[in-house]
């Protein structure tokens, strides 16, 4: 059974981190696009951070370019989200995607992250 599990989410202060994790089960992470989404309370779910298969390239919004960082360990099949200097506007619901294709489209139920002092 394919499954996302993610992990990592709470309460921090402005100027915070915390690490976001995505383990992964059923479906090797090396072989998927895997990515981080955020939907914040009446906004659209919106593209955080993605990493590619081959070659590990990577991709940010620009509103975290420079705070955030996506990596994945294929040896642990895990895709982790190290997020610095948070901000109020951080906070959402985070979610992990795995991308192979249209038919192969697969969502963890997400993680929670709450930015405030």
């Known amino acids: 059974q394919l499954q996302l599990v993610e992990s990592g989410g709470g309460l921090v202060q402005p100027g915070g981190s915390l690490r976001l994790s995505c383990a992964a089960s059923g479906f090797a992470v090396s072989r998927y696009v895997m990515s981080w989404y955020r939907q914040a309370p009446g906004k659209e779910r919106e593209l955080v951070a993605a990493?590619?298969?081959?070659?590990?390239?990577?991709n940010y919004a620009d509103s975290v370019k420079g705070r955030f960082t996506i990596s994945r360990d294929n040896a642990k099949n895990t895709v982790y989200l190290q997020m610095s200097s948070l901000k109020p506007e951080d906070t959402a619901m985070y979610y992990c995607n795995a991308y192979l294709t249209t038919m192969n489209n697969y969502w963890g139920q997400g993680t929670q992250v709450t930015v405030s002092s």
């Open positions: 990493i590619t298969r081959a070659g590990g390239n990577t």
